[in-house]
């Protein structure tokens, strides 16, 4: 049996959190949870493999998806992990280009446009 992909949800709002959780647990994966980059970066530090992919919000309190993204791109233990980006920010896409993502999408989200996002990406090589 193939082991599960894992996915690492960093999201302020908890009802997207907890939205997004079940979703990907109903759909087979594993879920890690962060409430912002700081608690993200904790979580990273403490898993014993990688998550697959990583969700990340853009707007967030202690550290936003900006300088979570640019703490993981400093460290040679998770620059290889994709990214996908979510957020309401209308120019979401230029935010995301900057940023070397893998992916964005725009919230509210499109519950199709996110799972072939996620399925397409979390199944990367790292």
Same mark, same amino acid.
């Given at each position: 049996?193939?082991?599960?992909?894992?996915?690492?949800?960093?999201?302020?709002?908890?009802?997207? &959190?907890?939205?997004?959780?079940?979703?990907?647990?109903?759909?087979?994966?594993?879920?890690?949870?962060?409430?912002?980059?700081?608690?993200?970066?904790?979580?990273?530090?403490?898993?014993?493999?990688?998550?697959?992919?990583?969700?990340?919000?853009?707007?967030?309190? &202690?550290?936003?998806?900006?300088?979570?993204?640019?703490?993981?791109?400093?460290?040679?233990?998770?620059?290889?992990?994709?990214?996908?980006?979510?957020?309401?920010?209308?120019?979401?896409?230029?935010?995301?280009?900057?940023?070397?993502?893998?992916?964005?999408?725009?919230?509210?989200?499109?519950?199709?446009?996110?799972?072939?996002?996620?399925?397409?990406?979390?199944?990367?090589?790292?």
């Amino acid at each position: 049996m193939q082991p599960l992909q894992t996915l690492l949800v960093v999201d302020d709002d908890l009802d997207i &959190r907890d939205a997004l959780q079940d979703v990907f647990e109903l759909e087979g994966y594993a879920v890690l949870l962060a409430a912002d980059g700081l608690e993200a970066l904790t979580q990273l530090r403490q898993v014993e493999s990688m998550p697959d992919l990583i969700l990340l919000d853009l707007m967030m309190p &202690r550290m936003d998806g900006f300088a979570f993204r640019e703490a993981l791109r400093h460290d040679t233990s998770f620059n290889r992990i994709p990214v996908l980006v979510a957020s309401a920010d209308l120019d979401v896409r230029g935010a995301a280009e900057g940023l070397g993502v893998a992916g964005w999408l725009r919230k509210p989200l499109d519950l199709r446009e996110l799972l072939t996002a996620v399925k397409r990406l979390s199944q990367l090589p790292n």
